[in-house]
């Protein structure tokens, strides 16, 4: 059973312009949600979180949005970077810190220069 | 300062044989977990050592895996009579008590023939 999925399993985005990845999940007990990065043959590298007491976290060109009725939640880039080309994980957690981390099976990002 | 560290960076071995992997956790983190990727998959959870406490060993597959952290710091996953399903990235992630992103290491690429 596929807790946290990403149904996009790739995608595209021309250099300079938002890109949106998206996440959902079934299991209501998830409070805390993150995306991580990754590059070949490195370890996923955190991103961006979002507890569930909000709907929106920035930092700097990331932005997490949170839906929790319709439980799901995105990931917007803008302006898409040549250097932001990787796969994405979306994971949800039940409590914050240090509990395992439930993955999706990732977007693979690509930005068009 | 240093971050995860795992080794080897790639295992080959043949079905049968036990395995060993090792992970050297960022100084100072309590918490260290092991996650694995099968090829097309999203990150999988395996097991989760936090300080003294008995470690949840929720996501292991089977009793052919195991795992142990000494000291606190160290930590060893042990895969005996390996499969050729064993054969996926195996992931360590540390991150400190009161933090709530977990920092991932380069992974183990294991392959079983």
């Known amino acids: 059973d596929q807790q946290v999925k990403q149904n996009s399993p790739s995608l595209s985005v021309q250099e300079g312009r938002i890109s949106i990845l998206n996440c959902d999940y079934t299991?209501?007990?998830?409070?805390?949600f993150l995306w991580y990065k990754k590059y070949p043959a490195e370890g996923p590298t955190f991103l961006i979180s979002i507890s569930s007491i909000k709907d929106k976290n920035e930092d700097g060109r990331f932005t997490v949005f949170l839906n929790k009725s319709a439980k799901h939640l995105s990931l917007h880039i803008v302006p898409s970077q040549p250097g932001d080309s990787a796969v994405y994980f979306c994971a949800a957690s039940v409590g914050f810190g240090n509990e395992k981390l439930t993955f999706g099976t990732g977007t693979r990002l690509t930005i068009i220069p | 300062g240093a971050g995860v560290s795992q080794s080897p960076s790639n295992k080959v071995t043949e079905k049968g044989k036990d395995v060993e992997l090792r992970c050297d956790p960022i100084?100072?983190?309590?918490?260290l977990y092991w996650y694995r990727q099968s090829l097309g998959q999203g990150l999988e959870f395996l097991i989760y050592?936090?300080?003294?406490?008995?470690?949840?060993k929720s996501g292991l597959p089977s009793d052919r895996f195991s795992a142990e952290r000494t000291g606190g710091s160290v930590s060893t996953l042990t895969i005996q009579r390996t499969q050729q399903e064993d054969s996926a990235v195996y992931l360590c992630?540390?991150?400190?008590?009161?933090?709530?992103?977990?920092?991932f290491g380069p992974g183990t690429r294991l392959t079983v023939l």
């Open positions: 100084s100072g983190h309590t918490a």
């Open positions: 992630a540390s991150s400190p008590r009161t933090s709530g992103k977990q920092f």
């Open positions: 050592f936090q300080g003294n406490s008995a470690p949840d």
């Open positions: 299991n209501s007990m998830f409070d805390y």
